[in-house]
């Protein structure tokens, strides 16, 4: 296994280009299954997930092509996705174990054939994540659905049917494949309670340019008029926000300057508060964002995740590694996922002074300093926090299991690198 050595202590200073956002692109590509037509998508970040995704709908049927492409100043993936036939109705769990969002593909293949079998996904580390608000929906629009051997097994006669649903609780998932499965359904679906994420906006973009009729887009309320038929379409993948905050606090908390272009200002107005409350200029540009923290003295903040646009969990971890460096304590609750702070022990080992107190909440107080440690964590904006740790950290972090950030960061050594950051990926066979 692969993994990254960071000598820390550099202040980073210059330009990172924001990719494509991974939790906008995997919808997208799912979306791709509710036609026969052609759907292009550009800006798509370069990850594993997205490459697993590929894979997924490969053997569903779909025929890929990957073509190199330049957009908003950076090299990007364009991919070009056609359904005519499709092959298999059954998401293995080869595929989904390795990938929950793979449950992206049960909305469009129960709207457009009436089937679909999807091996259940499972707990993960940050937490159980069932998908029972993601069931009970599609049985209110008339799926049944029937769990056996591990695998949800949804069919429908005919079509699928509008239904007025109030989600029970506020899901990015099931707000996707609610609204891929109305899309296709006869009649009107309003969907209440949606979460308003911006990568659901994307989503419905999307549809709507393939020929869906949504409207009520961004707000909580989404009203779907069932078509018959959708056609092709071409979209481009918005930028990444929870990429751009990473960046963001890169910046912050080695007290350097970062110029993020690409960032999307209005999906990142939360994080960007609570960085300008904490003592860190952030400006708003034509093209982005401005992050300079140089000679700033930056004071703690408490912060909670909330769905959008409240603080996102998933820049939880990466602003709990920066509270380590602001003045008195910050308390950090997490309220979406019960395991979510991970990363607190290996940042102990670091010498970091954080105490969390049950699952859903740490307080984390200033340290004058980190030192550098082997260290390896278990999600995604987990290890991203690490890095972090590792950029402020007095000699060398070398960070394990780089597989967990492979999924969701593009080009990271790349980009860290560009700005200034002493930082290297060792692959196993270099040891
Ligand atoms: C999406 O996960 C993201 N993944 C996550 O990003 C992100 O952390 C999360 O939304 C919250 O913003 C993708 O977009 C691929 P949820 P999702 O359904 O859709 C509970 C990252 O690091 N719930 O909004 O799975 C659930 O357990 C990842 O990029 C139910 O109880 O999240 C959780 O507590 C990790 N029943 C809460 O709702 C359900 O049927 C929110 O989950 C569905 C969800």
């Given at each position: 296994m692969d993994k990254i050595k960071i000598h820390g202590g550099k202040a980073l200073e210059g330009k990172i280009f924001i990719s494509g956002a991974k939790n906008a692109a995997l919808p997208l590509i799912c979306a791709s299954?509710?036609?026969d037509e052609t759907i292009t998508l550009t800006?798509?970040?370069?990850?594993s997930d997205i490459k697993a995704m590929n894979d997924l709908l490969t053997q569903h049927g779909t025929k890929i092509n990957e073509f190199d492409d330049f957009v908003d100043g950076h090299s990007t993936k364009t991919y070009s996705y056609r359904?005519?036939?499709?092959?298999?109705?059954v998401a293995p769990y080869d595929y989904v174990r390795k990938?929950?969002?793979?449950?992206?593909?049960l909305g469009p293949l129960l709207a457009r054939y009436g089937k679909c079998e999807l091996s259940l996904p499972g707990g993960c580390a940050i937490g159980a994540r069932p998908m029972d608000i993601h069931l009970s929906s599609l049985e209110k629009m008339g799926a049944k659905i029937e769990i056996k051997n591990g695998y949800i097994h949804a069919n429908v006669d005919g079509r699928l049917k509008g239904a007025h649903i109030i989600f029970p609780g506020v899901s990015v998932g099931a707000t996707c494949n609610v609204l891929m499965a109305a899309v296709l359904a006869e009649g009107r679906t309003v969907l209440e309670n949606s979460a308003k994420e911006p990568e659901i906006g994307d989503l419905a973009k999307l549809l709507n340019a393939m020929g869906a009729k949504i409207s009520g887009?961004?707000?909580?309320v989404l009203t779907i008029d069932g078509v018959e038929k959708l056609h092709g379409a071409v979209h481009k993948v918005i930028a990444d926000r929870i990429e751009a905050g990473s960046y963001a606090v890169a910046a912050a908390i080695t007290r350097g300057r970062i110029e993020l272009i690409n960032a999307q200002i209005e999906t990142l107005r939360r994080p960007i508060q609570v960085l300008r409350d904490m003592g860190v200029n952030v400006e708003e540009t034509e093209t982005g964002l401005i992050v300079d923290a140089k000679g700033c003295e930056l004071t703690g903040k408490d912060i909670m995740t909330e769905p959008f646009p409240g603080f996102p969990t998933d820049l939880q971890a990466q602003f709990l590694a920066l509270m380590m460096t602001a003045k008195g304590a910050s308390m950090v609750t997490e309220?979406?996922?019960?395991?979510?702070?991970?990363?607190v022990p290996e940042l102990l080992r670091m010498g970091a002074n954080i105490n969390v107190h049950g699952h859903a909440s740490a307080i984390v107080r200033h340290v004058d300093k980190l030192s550098g440690a082997p260290v390896m964590a278990t999600d995604l904006r987990a290890s991203f926090a690490l890095v972090l740790a590792g950029l402020i950290a007095e000699g060398e972090t070398v960070v394990n299991r780089v597989y967990h950030l492979d999924r969701g960061y593009e080009k990271l050594e790349e980009k860290l690198r560009s700005v200034g950051a002493d930082i290297v990926r060792v692959k196993e066979d270099e040891e």
């Open positions: 299954l509710l036609t800006n798509v970040p370069m990850l359904t005519k036939e499709v092959e298999s109705f990938m929950r969002a793979s449950y992206y593909v887009i961004g707000t909580a309220t979406i996922f019960e395991n979510r702070f991970m990363h």
